[in-house]
């Protein structure tokens, strides 16, 4: 079992930054850690995904996200630049056995936390 808890949602202008904290809790060996996200009425969208400090990104994401973790304080990071209306969702830390990659921290999520909401408007 693994458990998160995502804190550092809020509603940023157009253009602004935000950085998303997930405290992570339980047997995380061999889980590759990451996030999605999910706007009303889209599907999920896998953003980042970080693997012994391998990392991935969606292309919609490359360039302006960054996932990171510190260990130490059981915590992964996904830090956004230049955000963008089209940015919104709720934002979820995930975990998946195994194969990581944006497409699989969705297709094959074994836990997720409960969200955090980011609104970026215009």
């Known amino acids: 079992q693994?458990?998160?808890?995502?804190?550092?949602?809020t509603t940023v202008q157009t253009g602004g930054s935000l950085?998303?904290?997930?405290?992570?809790s339980?047997?995380?060996y061999g889980f590759c850690m990451g996030w999605f996200r999910q706007?009303?009425?889209?599907e999920r969208e896998g953003v980042a995904t970080i693997d012994n400090g391998a990392t991935t990104y969606a292309d919609s994401v490359k360039g302006r996200f960054t996932i990171s973790q510190d260990n130490a304080k059981n915590t992964l990071y996904l830090a956004m630049n230049?955000?963008?209306?089209?940015?919104?969702a709720m934002?979820?830390?995930?975990?998946v056995y195994g194969r990581c990659g944006v497409y699989n921290i969705v297709a094959?999520?074994?836990?997720?936390?409960q969200g955090t909401q980011v609104t970026v408007s215009a």
Do not use: H, M, Q
Not at 39 to 42: F, G, K, R, V, Y
Not at 108 to 113: L, M, P, R, T
């Open 2 to 9: 693994v458990n998160f808890v995502e804190i550092g949602g």
């Open 39 to 42: 706007a009303p009425l889209n």
């Open 82 to 88: 230049d955000l963008k209306p089209e940015d919104t």
């Open 26 to 28: 339980g047997e995380t």
């Open 108 to 113: 094959g999520a074994s836990y997720w936390g």
């Open 19 to 24: 950085r998303l904290s997930c405290r992570v």
């Open 91 to 95: 934002y979820y830390c995930a975990a």
